[in-house]
């Protein structure tokens, strides 16, 4: 009995390994290209048949030299569009916040209806709130400036949903016994809620960065200047140009997210748990 | 006395709770619930713009048009075949780790990471899979099946459909573990008490029970399709193959030449679809038992 | 188990560190070395003036400009504008010409390759090649 599950999990493991390899492969390929030479990119990947390898066969940091350290420009861009990524999560993290201690911890007339639309709203694909933002952001004359990307960012209404759940498990003792120490509202929301959900303030804060790290279609409709793209269409642009560099730029690209990723993994996991309607 | 404290305080109370809720709502007002209307008022009126009413002209055009046909048929040919695929690619993965061998915090991690990847990055990589003479072409003509052209024809289909399980299941992973994680391990136990073998266990037990997760499931599955539109324009471009033309294109490509009254229309339909969607998983999840938001 | 944990924990706040301060030191450095490595050039366009008493329209460069290629065959710098994947930037072009007449200062050029509203490099520096990318002099 116990060979036969212990074959079982070995079955298991393997299969699990082969997703997870599959999972990885992408960005595995993606980092050993850029680490090739760039003769061999074009003699393998753009012309004539394609010659696929992992191991690169000329091993050469050029493609990292003229990224980091030959054009500014790369990395400028890289820290625009990590300004904009940031601007919008600070603008989200406060709206979010108040909102979701609203939302959690009192009730008001219309509170369910409201609720209500804040769910219809976070569900609904891009391409039905891009088309009424840019409608009215032509009438205002914002498009094509920076805040018409930001602004419907920071009012999208995912983080308010988000924290209100995970405010909604905080204890409401908790709260009664800040009262009776005298703290004011905005007290018991700096110093009590955020501290006490702070894994799901991180988990808003990872994903809404990866979702305007990596968003491509708003700057695409909203933003006509193609040299005010972040870096995520950027990518797009320069594949198209200059393959060797683009593994380089994807490498770039890629890094930040990454960090993110291993800090706050397990914020990301329990935030996806909790978007859970249930 | 105190009758009338109380309500005082209460209504302190909402409305402190309503101000904090007042910038969000704001929010929502100005740039998605007003926006929403005049994009509605617009779906009503004539397309050179003066205005008149129309009536459901505008509407009866666009759905007589080829292109929003061709769309909307890929589009839920779309969901019909990816929707069900990744979520029963997530639930055998998902079963897979519910065991909670060792590596289980590892593999649930490495799962979720193709979710972070922008997605201009990744595209290389499947551009280059998928090219005629790339790797994919190479491993078949290997295995003896005769290499076809992934990327400009209707096998584009099946590339899209791989690369949103791809990155999505990750999402579908986690959201079906936890819908594993909260069926007793009490009813396991009993059925084994009971002599019942696993592939009754998991029929009787453990597929009725996720049930209700599977709605919201297959609901947030079918959103996150439309998401796909992004690996779509960044491999295929504006104008790809036919099979692969969704809504999003159509919505896309009225952007490009400005044609508002389209895309009016074009986003208050989906936006209906959407919404009976949702509708239709409210209604289901209030039947199945659980309890009020 | 415990102290794997506080060690990778420590190794991921070094790499962060070291990856935030690798890449702003980057983004200086490079706007360094991009200065040091793309040249100045000065350019000006062809003008109208009289040489040996004819009068030539849009045509006429310093001499400064021309310079002898291979075959003995006179050549100039014409500086275009593309767009590049950063927005605009400026690249050299060879162009083979014909000197028509000239006097101590200045050169008629001729031939189709090279329009009077081109601009073209004073002074070009012997290091310069074909299709570098430059930066124009301020005037």
Redesign the interface.
Known sequence: MKKKSKCIDIIIYAVLILFGAAALFPVIFIAASSLMDESEVIRSYVVGDMDFHIIPRSFSLNGYLEVFLYTPAYLMKFWKSMLLSTVILAGQLVISCLGGYGFAKFSFRGKNVIFFFVIILMMMPLQVTLVPNYIVFERLGLIGSYASVILPGVFSTFGVFLLTQFFSSIPNSIIEAAKLDGANQIQILCRIIVPYAKSGVASLCILNFIDTWNMVEQPLIFLKDSTKYPLSVFLANVSRENLSISFVCGILAILPVFLLFLYLKDSLISGIENTNLK | MNKMKTSKLARK?????????????I??L???????C??LY?SFTESTGNGRFMGLKNYAEVLKSAAFRLAAGNTLKFIVIAVPAIILVSLF?AL??Y?K?R?YHF???????????????????????F?E???LN?VLEFLGITPTEWINSPNAFYVLVILYI?KNS??NI??SL?ALNAIPKSYYEAADIDGASKSVQFFKITFPLIM??TF?IT??SI?NS??S??EA??LFGSHPNKSIYM??HF??NN?QNLN?IR??V??IM??IA??LL?LIMFRL?VKSG?TE? | MRDKMTVAKRILNIFTVAVVIALLSCTFISKYVFDMRTPVVSVVKPASMEINGEMYYNKVIPKSAVFVGSESKKYVYVVRERNGLFGNEFYLVTAEITVNAENEEYAVMGGRNVSGNDNIVIQPDSALESTDVVRIAAE
């Open positions: 109370e909402s409305l402190t709770g309503f101000l904090f809720c007042l910038p969000s709502i929010g929502m100005v740039f998605f619930v007003v926006p929403f005049l994009c617009m993965i897979l780790l065991k061998l590596g593999f649930r991690t490495l799962f979720v990471f193709p979710l972070v990847l922008p997605t201009a990055s990744v595209v290389l990589f499947f551009q280059i899979i090219a003479t790339g790797l190479h791809w990750g999402y986690i959201l936890s209700p997760y919201f609901v947030i959103i439309f998401k539109f992004r324009f960044l809504l999003q919505m896309n952007f508002y895309l009016a074009g986003a989906i936006f959407i919404f949702i999840r659980d938001l």
